[in-house]
């Protein structure tokens, strides 16, 4: 069934237009709240969000809507999204929420659900909020009106989660590490964290304003965390960003270390220790080839999904998986955590890092990736892959990579992209097949 609202992360969209508007907002917090409003027992929703302007906003707008059905609120204010799936579960709430865009520019902003047990909602419950969505949800009498409250341990909760994760022989003495937290909803525990643990912390994106959250730092401009590893002398970088459920390293050379070499760092580390459960790694479609090669070296299986790390999670639970994630930088730890958490991934990486004694140029390398190239192409409306033109080069391309490459052709759950990605081992058919297939695209959008 087509969707109205719900992407492959929650609603996503420019603030001020639909569907990222105060109105929809409050429905979507009426909506949320009357579809979990089950038993007799007082409902509670927490409420996190990342350090946007327009979170101010949206949080006031889903406070209305949730109270005015009778839920109560707790407010937790910036946290990490992970945070607010872990204290969904801790707090024994209905339901919790994440307002943040993750990546996106700070104009951007979302609204990401888990339900009470810390996972991101089901297609069904995705399903039957957005039929509410439709209609006039039923509001309470003025007396069971609920109630919203701000708490203020919730930071000092999180860091000390997190640093469970860590093992307890080890610690980060003598390790100096950048952090680049985007300016966005780690600011205020990353650092805290890794310090507490004994490292030498250096903190970038720090500073959060309402407007400079990713911009040209995080873990998709990873550029500054570059250069201050390097300056510094620093033995790695970790780079999060804006809702912290996402990593990216930098090696002391100043080499930037994708989601994939993490994963099989993870997966063989935690395969050495017998500490890995299922028979492998799940990850995307998006996954390098070089990380299937790898695992498979190690009689371990690399099980695909769908883009989008609820697709990774639901893998995960099918096959028994404790190790899953996107090359883009989010690493789900079953063990740990219900959803992708960039601050515990980068822990787990430090931990082979203090235990291993290699340098992190020596330990993240872990294959050699095979030549791999995307592209997006942005398009105003229509459906440019529908298009007989573009469908004709695809099945070209297809055709041309078989039995040595693959090709993955889709469109963004999250922006107005059409994403274009193919790799093989050679790296000059790789780009001409990648650029014939955008020219038809950008000539369909046109």
């Given at each position: ?142 007396g069971r009106i609920g109630r919203a409250k701000r708490i203020d341990d919730a930071r000092g909760r999180y860091v000390h989660f997190a640093k469970s994760t860590f093992p307890e022989r ?115 479609v998006m996954s390098n080839l070089g990380l299937e090669r790898r695992l498979s070296e190690a009689g371990l299986k690399l099980h695909r999904t769908k883009v989008g790390d609820r697709y ?135």
């Open positions: 069934m087509p969707r109205k609202f719900f992407g492959t992360d929650g609603i996503r969209g420019l603030t001020n237009t639909e569907p990222m508007t105060a109105a929809i907002a409050l429905k979507v917090g009426q909506a949320a709240g009357a579809h979990f409003l089950r038993g007799s027992h007082r409902h509670r929703v927490v409420i996190g969000k990342d350090t946007r302007l327009s979170g101010y906003m949206v949080e006031s707008a889903l406070v209305a809507g949730f109270t005015s059905v009778g839920m109560d609120v707790v407010l937790l204010g910036p946290m990490p999204t992970p945070a607010v799936a872990m204290l969904t579960r801790s707090m024994r709430a209905d339901l919790g929420v994440m307002i943040s865009a993750s990546h996106n520019p700070f104009a951007d902003n979302g609204i990401k659900l888990f339900g009470p047990d810390g996972y991101k909602l089901s297609d069904e419950d995705e399903l039957a909020i957005e039929a509410l969505l439709e209609r006039e949800v039923e509001l309470v009498e003025a080890l610690r980060l003495d003598g390790l100096k590490i950048v952090v680049d937290c985007a300016n966005g909803a780690a600011y205020h525990v990353a650092p805290d964290a890794l310090w507490e643990l004994g490292a030498e912390v250096i903190s970038l994106g720090v500073q959060p304003n309402g407007t400079n959250i990713n911009d040209e730092c995080g873990s998709t401009h990873p550029e500054l965390l570059q250069e201050t590893v390097v300056a510094s002398g620093a033995d790695i970088g970790l780079a999060l960003d804006g809702d912290a459920d996402r990593l990216i390293v930098v090696d002391e050379t100043g080499k930037v270390i994708d989601g994939d070499q993490l994963m099989a760092l993870i997966a063989l580390d935690q395969q050495r220790q017998g500490l890995l459960r299922g028979d492998g790694v799940v990850a995307t990774v999670l639901e893998g995960m639970r099918e096959t028994g998986c404790n190790v899953g994630g996107e090359q883009s930088g989010h690493i789900i730890l079953a063990d740990h955590a219900t959803t992708g958490d960039g601050l515990v991934a980068g822990l787990q990486i430090l931990a082979a890092l203090v235990a291993q004694e290699k340098a992190a140029s020596m330990l993240l390398n872990q294959f050699e990736p095979v030549p791999q190239l995307l592209r997006n192409v942005r398009f105003q409306g229509g459906a440019p892959l529908d298009e007989p033109a573009v469908r004709a080069s695809i099945a070209d391309a297809e055709r041309q990579l078989d039995g040595r490459g693959r090709l993955v052709i889709r469109k963004s759950g999250t922006e107005p992209l059409i994403r274009v990605m193919a790799e093989g081992d050679d790296a000059a058919e790789v780009d001409a097949v990648v650029a014939r297939i955008c020219a038809a695209v950008e000539q369909a959008a046109a």
